[in-house]
């Protein structure tokens, strides 16, 4: 069993729905939380990230992280064609340059116009 | 700032050549690393560096070497290159240790096909 696991998709979505994507852990020590987005043929880009339990928002975009449950959640808001590309979950116990990211496989979303 | 550069973007090897991937950082990074994507595998880490003079290995070394010669470099050799190191390639680096290291910035990839 994979320590992340991410439902690869594809989701296709019309415009201005909401979207919901999630990851699964295993490990309880993770303590960083992170969501990338990856556009075809680039390298991922951090879009979310959080510390702990709890949820942060940064404009269309809400990070939830659950860790009785051990389940994260990116929640985008009247979704664009922009929006269209991979995301990434990511999570790391934290604790310095030794402690590594661990990424989920990726969510492909197709915003349709 | 350029960022995170990776050169060549597309690669084409035969089984048993070596080649180097090259990476480079203008933000004064201590800690870069190098990730391979494989469909349905995600990325996963290779080796990485936390400054310059030190490496360590990930989760998929074999096969790769490294060396940090300077802060801003970190070039990625395939030994004997075989068909299942195709894979793209992404090199990422992030401030030094601490709350830092898990806001990578990662270079655009190099695409690695080995016939």
């Known amino acids: 069993q994979k320590e992340v696991e991410q439902d690869p998709g594809p989701l296709s979505v019309p415009e201005g729905a909401i979207v919901s994507l999630n990851c699964t852990y295993s490990n309880s020590a993770f303590q960083y939380f992170m969501w990338y987005r990856q556009y075809s043929r680039k390298g991922p880009e951090l879009l979310m990230y959080?510390?702990?339990?709890g949820n942060k928002e940064d404009g269309r975009f809400t990070a939830q992280v659950d860790k009785s449950s051990k389940y994260i959640s990116l929640f985008i808001r009247d979704s664009q064609p922009s929006d269209s590309a991979t995301y990434l979950c990511?999570?790391?116990?934290?604790?310095?340059?030794?402690?590594?990211?661990?990424f989920g496989t990726g969510t492909l979303l197709a915003v349709q116009p | 700032n350029a960022g995170v550069t990776q050169t060549p973007k597309f690669q084409v090897l035969k089984t048993g050549q070596s080649m180097t991937l090259q990476c480079a950082q203008d933000m004064n990074h201590e800690y870069m690393s190098w990730y391979r994507q494989d469909p349905g595998m995600g990325l996963r880490l290779i080796h990485y560096?936390?400054?310059?003079?030190?490496?360590d290995q990930g989760e998929v070394p074999n096969g790769y070497n490294v060396s940090r010669s300077t802060t801003e470099d970190f070039p990625l050799r395939l030994l004997s290159a075989a068909p299942s190191q195709t894979s793209v390639y992404f090199c990422?680096?992030?401030?030094?240790?601490?709350?830092?290291?898990?806001?990578?910035?990662f270079g655009s990839g190099t695409q690695l096909s080995v016939l």
């Open positions: 990511a999570m790391s116990e934290g604790g310095g340059a030794t402690n590594k990211l661990i």
């Open positions: 560096s936390v400054g310059a003079g030190i490496t």
């Open positions: 959080t510390y702990s339990s």
């Open positions: 990422a680096s992030s401030y030094s240790p601490g709350t830092g290291l898990e806001k990578l910035f």
